[in-house]
């Protein structure tokens, strides 16, 4: 058993995690998801608190949410996989997320990128398999771009972290990555202000901001086609229906939940690819 101790960086990994179990038990048409449930039963914490909050309505939908954007993303990966098999996937700001496993089709190569005490945990709790390696870097520090082998292709994808970054650091790194790996691709999650204001109420509070209006949010895509010459192309998908419509198989709140969602808050999965 691994012991999680309560308010560190190792409970913000596991809830996440604990979300995504949640929502194989109660939605298993939709999620099957053994991988947390086998990690969860690993850990030495009490999720009784955790289980109460997601349990409810809102709570669920949270869940559900953590569940659909690990969908969203591995399909997007599967599908550049499809052209390009042995490419590098790499999971930026990766925690405790196993969806390079999900993804594995037998000679890509894996690559889980975090700060240098989450990969202490990840090494602990999901520890590297068959070509996938755990990197500790801060993903601003190029220097973890040298440890990415491009040369059968790159798709990188990030899930729930570029909220924590600063705008003007997104747009950076997103330049320095379409020069370093030509040809790539990266997905990751977003929502626009209204969004991020709602965040600062929950888990980006437990980071310390307060004012979103300096981090990273947009209202739409062409804010980012505006960012670098070297981007092809920026698509966007609807985060809740773009992938995979779950609004026939949920209950009258979680459908209201999800046209605010889409409506509202414009919360997006955002594919950016490089020329």
Excluded at 223 to 238: H, K, L, M, N, Q
Aim: glycine fraction near 6%; include cysteine; hydrophobic fraction near 40%.
């Amino acid at each position: 058993m691994y012991h999680i101790k309560k308010n560190t960086v190792q409970e913000t990994l596991i809830i996440p995690l604990f979300g995504r179990k949640v929502c194989s038990e109660h939605f298993p048409d939709l999620f099957e998801d053994p991988e947390a449930e086998r990690i969860c039963s690993m850990l030495d914490y009490d999720f009784t608190e955790k289980g109460k909050k997601m349990e409810s309505a809102v709570g669920l939908f949270g869940a559900l949410e953590v569940a659909q954007r690990q969908y969203d993303l591995a399909w997007e990966v599967k599908d550049y996989l499809k052209e390009h098999p042995g490419a590098a996937v790499v999971n930026l700001g990766c925690g405790l997320d196993d969806t390079f496993r999900k993804c594995d089709n037998g000679v890509c190569k894996g690559y889980n990128i975090d700060m240098p005490d989450v990969i202490e945990v990840r090494n602990e709790i999901l520890p590297a398999g068959e070509r996938e390696i755990n990197l500790g870097y801060d993903l601003n520090d190029e220097r973890w771009m040298d440890e990415i082998d491009p040369s059968n292709g790159a798709v990188f994808f990030a899930s729930g972290v570029f909220y924590y970054f600063k705008t003007d650091a997104v747009r950076e790194l997103f330049q320095k990555m379409a020069k370093r790996f030509p040809s790539a691709t990266i997905v990751f999650d977003t929502c626009n202000k209204r969004g991020a204001k709602m965040m600062t109420k929950t888990w980006l509070k437990e980071a310390g901001i307060s004012d979103v209006n300096a981090f990273f949010s947009i209202e739409d895509k062409a804010e980012i086609e505006a960012w670098c010459s070297d981007f092809a192309s920026v698509t966007a998908r609807s985060y809740m229906r773009g992938y995979r419509d779950i609004y026939n198989e949920v209950r009258i709140l979680h459908k209201m939940m999800i046209r605010f969602c889409d409506s509202l808050v414009k919360m997006q999965i955002i594919k950016v690819a490089f020329r």
